[in-house]
């Protein structure tokens, strides 16, 4: 059987009726009252209640008259949930067609608009954007299982105890296919109706209209989701209107902070995320000390499009390496993390130099967006007597090295050869340096040497970077108090945050006997 869907209406206050005649009738002015029945009506008297899912108000001659339909936009509206809108618009559910809802209105002139609804399948259809709340009138249990047995045969023959376990304790649908918000077997199928209001509108406020004699269902229907309950013997317009902005507010008010938690979850998950692609050093037995700093130039990310990694090979050589995609984005970022375990993996099987770097570029290329990015890079394989090392450049800045009892100094760049996926048959050959017994090797990416000196647009730069750490380590700074003493100064030249992405990595070797 077809359920009747009913057209939406608009309730109209008292003080906008139409105008009185002599005789103390209304004018068929309003839609409450078309003309005939206007004249028919004594004064005072009040209007017949309208059949079951009809609407109380619209009619054509109401609208003719200048009231318009509840589809129609009225001026000067604001719909939505954001701004709470002067006009008002209510969906009420309930098996009842003469709930007791009073009317409402809210000192301004305001039309507020009522929709009815006798069941959740009629109330699907009614609930639009505009609607701001949700009336649900909760039947008395008692009244609940009579109506159930009028309508069906009995709750407790056994084909419909096999129906309802094939539907599952969450569907409440009665026969047709129309589901009545009282239907409910038993006392804990009470508050069905009310879960399905939820789950149907997630967005609305919802308020529970009860009995005062049925507190403890109200009670129970505001712990599983309903903003808030009524008793009917209690409910004037005051109440009610009072009670539909309170419960408008408070919905608006748990959304907005169960997207804040959700945010703060997500953000959580992305920091555990994006610290676990960080690289963890492989050092042991190597004799080397190791620090790093890393800082994303993205806000709130913790990682950048620089990246950087350390490893010792079976052989006793210990391998570093530093590097920088071009860009800030979190493309880059994930292509800088591709690169370091590719690195790691290739160090690990083998490969060093010219060839490794070779390797590494066909994996950039593959793996980039566009033809246009590139990385630049710095790999450093120290050999297991930790006297010398082999130094290879992509486009990259040279490190810094520091002798013992000799003052910081920039390696060669001359022997470098391009960024990473800028010519497609490069060579990069590695040059031999001499390390010495005790040494400190400082690898960087540019985004520490590109900051400003707080004068006019001059840039720190490779030579300022090296007069930097010299005055640090003059002073007896090493390691991690080094590298926090660096980039902390560095910001302060520049005079704020750093918008680039900033990479270091420390090595040091002390020879055996020496003092730190």
């Known amino acids: 059987m077809p359920v009747p869907v009913p057209d939406r209406r608009t309730v109209v206050l008292p003080h906008q009726a139409g105008p009185v005649d002599d005789d103390g009738c209304a004018a068929a002015a309003g839609p409450l009252a078309g ?10 008297a009040p209007a017949a209640a309208p059949a079951p899912g009809s609407e109380r108000a619209d009619t054509a001659d109401g609208a003719a008259a200048g009231h318009p339909a509840a589809g129609d936009a009225i001026p000067g509206e604001r719909t939505g949930h954001g701004a709470f809108p002067q006009d008002l618009t209510l969906l009420l559910i309930g098996a009842d067609p003469n709930s007791p809802v009073p009317e409402l209105w809210d000192g301004a002139d305001h ?5 009815t609804a006798r069941n959740l399948t009629e109330a699907e259809r009614l609930l639009t954007d505009d609607v701001h709340c949700i009336l649900l009138d909760l039947a008395p249990p008692e009244r609940d299982t009579r109506d159930i047995r009028d309508t069906r045969d009995t709750c407790d023959t056994r084909e419909a105890r096999a129906e309802r376990d094939e539907r599952g304790p969450g569907d409440v649908r009665g026969r047709g296919g129309a589901r009545d918000p009282g239907e409910a077997c038993g006392p804990g199928d009470e508050l069905d109706a ?31 989701g309903a903003q808030d309950y009524l008793f009917r013997d209690e409910l004037d317009g005051a109440v009610l209107s009072r009670a539909v902005r309170y419960a408008v507010e408070r919905k608006r008010a748990d959304r907005a902070q169960h997207q804040l938690t959700e945010s703060r979850m997500l953000a959580q998950e992305n920091a555990r995320l994006e610290r676990g692609l960080l690289p963890t050093p492989l050092l042991e037995g190597s004799g080397l000390r190791f620090a790093a700093r890393y800082r994303p130039g993205r806000s709130r990310a913790l990682l950048g499009g620089d990246f950087y990694d350390t490893v010792r090979t079976p052989d006793g050589t210990v391998h570093a390496m530093i590097g920088d995609v071009c860009g800030h984005g979190p493309d880059e970022a994930a292509l800088g993390v591709e690169l370091r375990i590719a690195w790691r993996a290739l160090t690990f099987a083998g490969l060093c130099g010219d060839e490794l770097l070779a390797t590494l570029q066909k994996v950039l290329e593959h793996e980039r967006a566009d033809d246009e990015i590139f990385a630049t890079l710095c790999t450093v394989d120290i050999s297991p007597d930790g006297r010398h090392a082999g130094l290879c450049l992509a486009g990259h800045p040279a490190p810094l090295l520091a002798r013992a009892g000799r003052p910081p100094r920039l390696l060669p760049y001359e022997s470098g050869g391009p960024a990473l996926g800028l010519l497609p048959h490069a060579r990069w050959p590695r040059r031999r340096i001499e390390l010495g017994g005790a040494w400190s090797l400082m690898m960087y990416t540019d985004g520490l040497i590109e900051g400003r000196t707080g004068e006019g647009n001059q840039r720190l730069g490779q030579e300022g970077m090296t007069d930097l750490v010299s005055r640090q380590m003059a002073s007896g700074l090493r390691g991690e108090e080094l590298l926090d003493a660096a980039v902390t100064e560095v910001r302060a030249l520049n005079g704020e945050e750093l918008t680039d992405d900033v990479a270091v990595l420390l090595l040091d070797r002390r020879e055996k006997g020496r003092p730190e």
């Open 35 to 44: 003309p005939a029945q206007a004249a028919a009506r004594p004064a005072g």
């Open 111 to 115: 039309k507020v608009r009522l929709r």
């Open 194 to 224: 009310l879960r399905e209001v939820l789950r149907m509108a997630p967005a609305h406020a919802v308020l529970v209209l009860t009995s005062q004699t049925d507190a403890e269902r109200a009670a129970a229907a505001v712990r599983v």
